[in-house]
């Protein structure tokens, strides 16, 4: 499907608005992703991406722990929430720790 412009002519005095065109796409045309994010994208490795990962990280970590104390009544070991939370971002386990702090209810003596 394809928003755009009416082809006729247009003609003096009318208001002309866009419509939906449907046209049938070749097989080789692939397309991907959203035509206008609804978040900022950062580009990789900058500030803005780091600024933006960690706070989200720190709050996916604090999902999957309140979800599994709901479900099972405890909460997760660290190498089920290095798996779980985001297992694409191949984040290093110091600042998986560093973001845990943060979020975790845990007793060092247990």
């Known amino acids: 499907m394809i928003l755009g ?8 005095g009318r ?18 992703g ?4 609804r978040s900022r994208v950062y580009a990789p490795n900058t500030q803005g991406e780091k600024h933006f ?23 997760l070991r660290f190498d089920e ?7 694409n971002l191949r984040l290093q386990s110091t600042s998986i720790r560093q973001r845990l702090k943060m979020v975790a209810l845990c007793d060092k003596n247990t």
């Open 81 to 87: 929430i290095q798996a779980s939370v985001m297992p």
């Open 15 to 32: 208001h002309e608005s866009l419509g939906v065109v449907l046209r049938e796409l070749p097989n080789s045309v692939f397309s991907v």
């Open 5 to 12: 412009r009416n082809a006729g002519v247009s003609v003096p």
């Open 53 to 75: 990962i960690g706070p989200f990280v720190s709050y996916q970590i604090a999902k999957a722990l309140s979800r599994s104390e709901a479900r099972d009544g405890h909460g």
């Open 34 to 37: 959203q035509t206008e994010p």
